[in-house]
């Protein structure tokens, strides 16, 4: 018997090389009825009969491993697997099989990947190895001030990267603080030069710019800077920022253009504002600063900016880090608002307007809930009051693809639209979760199942995230309303304790501030659906516990297991008391 590789190697030939390729059996009357289908249409097939050929059972475990499909017929059209009878019987009914076999034209590329963000990227990578010709079209539109920026998308220039360095500078600066109390003499005038950090930062992402033109060209991964827009399902238009037009066809499109900061329809808000795209490239430092929001983004550009020394006013409409577990936004924003960052709520932004130029001096105005005005004067003012998909400009309504009415595309479980060639990944997605890891996952898994015959989804429940605030907050899976929602109240039980971390104590900062959770579903033998923690490192913390849940851990799993002393992260294997309890969660020490 051949190898497993030899076997799998045998099987991608046939269909590689094949328009219908059937595996089939002499004596199954189910093959029969697809061969006289494909016979009626008038369609050449190869069919490959496996009760015929000595190595027959081999080739049918190894369709089992390739498509998770045992039985016969296995049919493949184009390379992709549609399945068995009933498949190819549906699909003709409601024309998709003849679609599928007319897709047999010359395009210039298997696929074209637009939008070169993390998601984008790594689909074109994985499609690549995989044998295709894929091409990836991205391009950055300058902001109203005309930022711009390199290939990578919104995480790696705009967003995650420089968002946390600037964050470590202010962990950085706190820990200079704190320093004093374990016998550094440090000295009491320290400073904090904006352009010192800004170009080292800088520097950095220009190197991972690089690196990502090096990995596509590495790949044969055709890259252009262009804006790409949609012609027909299997074309598109491209206009380089010389104006250079040129038209590429392929077979299927992933679209992953991401997402762009929405600013307020204010007077001056554009002409004096900026958002997180500018931010980080900023020229000059950004002073006493106003952020207009309270989005991830804005708490934690907030902190930073806070933590490097500046005086930070942050403008809340209603609640905190919407869609997040409320009992742990409430704890940030405490502990934000204690360590001196001023917290205007409930309250919008009216008008903005430009006090002298030559100066970034500002006179904002707001109103509060019950209509009184809230004015006052800052340097920067930065609004993150959301993120809008980039989706209105790049004529997904000529090839009809479905959004919704925020400009989302809407798309199945297996990231298709409703268009049979037009995928979708990131953070354009309909009820997805807006982080680079989800999307560089969707990007590999979506490749693999559209070229490499994998049945494999992209899990968006069960998934670890950090906001990187002053206090961080490291969260896995359900927030407590959503479990409540989804569980029952009955259903659910919450296990916490508050705790004060070794290294604070020392340096005497606050006790129990820190805080954990964990949500279990008690019919399931208490699994853990909800992780949730405050604290230093949170994101460190939060990490390996992600691994535990997907694999259904339990609260006894957690209980069972030894903990690392003295660590944040031993809280999760020693907490014994319920919130239905009401018993007290203070800690005095480690």
């Known amino acids: 018997m051949p190898p497993v590789g030899g076997l799998k190697a045998e099987v991608m030939d046939h269909v590689e090389k094949n328009q219908v390729m059937i595996f089939s059996k002499t004596t199954c009357p189910f093959c029969t009825k697809v061969k006289e289908l494909f016979n009626s249409m008038g369609q050449e097939c190869k069919v490959l009969e496996l009760d015929k050929i000595a190595n027959g059972p081999d080739i049918q475990n190894t369709l089992l491993e390739v498509t998770g499909q045992k039985t016969v017929p296995n049919v493949f059209i184009n390379g992709k697997h549609l399945g068995g009878c009933d498949d190819t019987l549906k699909a003709h009914k409601n024309g998709s099989l003849q679609a599928m076999l007319q897709d047999a034209t010359n395009y210039d590329y298997d696929l074209i990947v637009i939008g070169g963000g993390s998601g984008g990227l790594a689909a074109s990578k994985e499609a690549a190895s995989l044998?295709?010709?894929v091409a990836v079209f991205d391009f950055v539109k300058p902001t109203p001030i005309g930022t711009t920026w390199g290939l990578g998308g919104t995480c790696v220039n705009v967003g995650c990267i420089p968002k946390k360095l600037m964050h470590q500078a202010a962990i950085l600066g706190h820990s200079l603080a704190d320093a004093r109390h374990f016998g550094w003499i440090v000295p009491e005038n320290i400073q904090h030069n904006w352009e010192t950090m800004r170009n080292a930062i800088q520097d950095y992402i220009g190197s991972l710019n690089w690196g990502y033109r090096v990995q596509l060209r590495d790949k044969k991964v055709d890259y252009q800077n262009a804006f790409a827009?949609?012609?027909?399902?299997?074309?598109?238009?491209?206009?380089?920022k010389k104006g250079k037009e040129v038209t590429k066809t392929a077979r299927d499109f992933i679209v992953a253009v991401g997402e762009r900061p929405r600013y307020p329809d204010i007077p001056g808000a554009q002409e004096y504002g900026i958002t997180s795209d500018d931010l980080f490239s900023l020229s000059y430092c950004p002073g006493k600063t106003l952020l207009v929001g309270a989005s991830y983004v804005s708490l934690e550009c907030g902190g930073f900016l806070h933590g490097i020394g500046l005086d930070v006013t942050i403008m809340v409409r209603s609640i905190l880090l919407r869609g997040f577990d409320q009992q742990m936004a409430d704890k940030i924003g405490d502990y934000m608002e204690a360590n001196g960052i001023n917290f205007v709520r409930p309250c919008v932004p009216t008008k903005r307007y430009l006090l002298t130029t030559g100066s970034q001096n500002?006179?904002?105005?707001?109103?509060?809930?019950?209509?009184t005005e809230y004015s006052d004067t800052f340097n920067t003012v930065i609004f993150a009051i959301g993120r809008d998909p980039v989706t209105s400009n790049i004529g997904l309504d000529k090839v009809g693809v479905n959004l919704n009415k925020n400009g989302k595309v809407i798309a199945n479980e297996a990231e298709a639209t409703n268009v049979s060639n037009i995928y979708a990944i990131g953070d354009i997605l309909e009820g997805k979760l807006e982080l680079?890891?989800?999307?560089?996952q969707a990007g590999k898994l979506l490749a693999r199942r559209l070229y490499n015959n994998s049945k494999v989804l992209t899990d968006y429940v069960n998934v670890a995230t950090t906001v990187f605030t002053p206090l961080e907050y490291g969260a896995i899976g359900y927030s407590e309303e959503a479990a409540i929602e989804k569980f029952g109240e009955d259903n659910i039980e919450v296990y916490h304790t508050n705790f004060w971390p070794l290294e604070w104590t020392v340096a005497k900062r606050a006790e129990n501030i820190c805080y954990a959770k964990i949500i279990c579903h008690i019919p399931d033998k208490e699994r853990v659906v909800g992780f949730h923690v405050c604290g230093p490192d949170a994101g460190?913390?939060?990490q390996g516990y992600a691994l535990g849940m997907r694999l259904g851990a339990t609260k006894k799993d957690f209980d069972d297991t030894i903990g690392i002393h003295p660590t944040c992260s031993e809280q999760f294997?020693?907490?014994?008391?319920?919130?239905?309890?009401?018993?007290?969660?203070n800690q005095s020490g480690c």
């Open 362 to 371: 500002t006179k904002v105005y707001g109103k509060y809930s019950d209509g």
């Open 540 to 542: 460190e913390i939060t």
């Open 436 to 440: 680079t890891p989800v999307a560089i």
């Open 573 to 585: 294997t020693t907490m014994n008391v319920t919130k239905r309890s009401g018993k007290t969660i």
């Open 131 to 133: 044998g295709k010709s």
């Open 229 to 240: 827009e949609f012609v027909d399902k299997h074309t598109i238009k491209a206009v380089n």
